[in-house]
């Protein structure tokens, strides 16, 4: 199985920050990865496909860039319903997987 | 916009079968290009993906519960459904049915794109 080790856990950060959020494939996987937000008690967002491209009606704040075993999720300027936890996912091969998630508090 | 939803019973006893059903709304379950996935959440929120099945029965499961699982779809009703036997306390979660979206534009695939919002399942006598 393609292990993603996505750092840091946690991230204590304040509304207008810059924030990043990295993830590791122990093997390459091209640019199969997406980034999705949760919310206590809501669904899953899938925020970026492919490394890098937006679902439609994502904020333009948020990027994701890299490719083959390193990746990263940045949002330009936080706003208050961007603290949430993070979760990076290659879909590269089977048994997907996932990291164990990043945490983003309100500093 | 599609939408998905989970239902099923929230406490199951040990050794019984966990059973849940996805209700696919506002799309149809027998589009092309889609494979419709189980993942679970743990307390602990490490996530796990179960497996997935084609409208045509296809199913692809991970063999760490390839022993114990099987997955059904019903077209005629655009749900789709899990059987988890044997269950553990192990296996207490938060489980999400997920579409699998196979299109691909110039090279990015677009992935997992709608989640449904989950249902907490307890294994506990």
């Known amino acids: 199985d393609i292990q993603m080790t996505q750092s840091p856990s946690s991230l204590s950060a304040s509304v207008g920050d810059r924030v990043t959020i990295t993830c590791r494939a122990s093997?390459?996987?091209?640019?199969?990865i997406t980034w999705f937000q949760q919310r206590p008690g809501k669904a899953p967002k899938s925020l970026i496909y492919?490394?890098?491209s937006l679902r439609n009606g994502v904020p333009s704040r948020f990027t994701g860039s890299g490719s083959g075993t390193d990746f990263t999720l940045t949002i330009s300027s936080l706003q208050p319903e961007d603290f949430a936890t993070y979760y990076c996912?290659?879909?590269?091969?089977?048994?997907?997987?996932f990291g164990l998630g990043t945490t983003l508090e309100i500093k | 916009q599609v939408q998905l939803q989970e239902s099923g019973p929230g406490l199951v006893k040990p050794s019984q079968t966990l059973s849940l059903t996805c209700t696919v709304s506002?799309?149809?379950?027998?589009?092309?290009?889609?494979?419709w996935n189980w993942i679970r959440q743990f307390p602990g929120k490490g996530l796990e993906w179960i497996g997935y099945?084609?409208?045509?029965?296809?199913?692809h499961y991970n063999p760490s519960l390839k022993s114990r699982l099987s997955m059904s779809v019903d077209t005629s009703k655009n749900q789709f459904s899990l059987n988890l036997s044997s269950a553990t306390a192990a296996d207490t979660a938060v489980y999400y049915c997920?579409?699998?979206?196979?299109?691909?534009?110039?090279?990015?695939?677009?992935?997992?794109?709608?989640w449904g919002q989950g249902t907490t399942v307890n294994v506990s006598s």
């Open positions: 506002g799309g149809s379950i027998s589009s092309d290009g889609y494979s």
């Open positions: 996912h290659q879909y590269k091969s089977y048994p997907h997987t």
């Open positions: 997920a579409r699998d979206n196979k299109f691909c534009t110039d090279g990015r695939c677009y992935g997992m794109d709608v």
């Open positions: 492919a490394a890098s």
């Open positions: 099945i084609y409208k045509s029965g296809t199913t």
């Open positions: 093997q390459d996987i091209n640019n199969y």
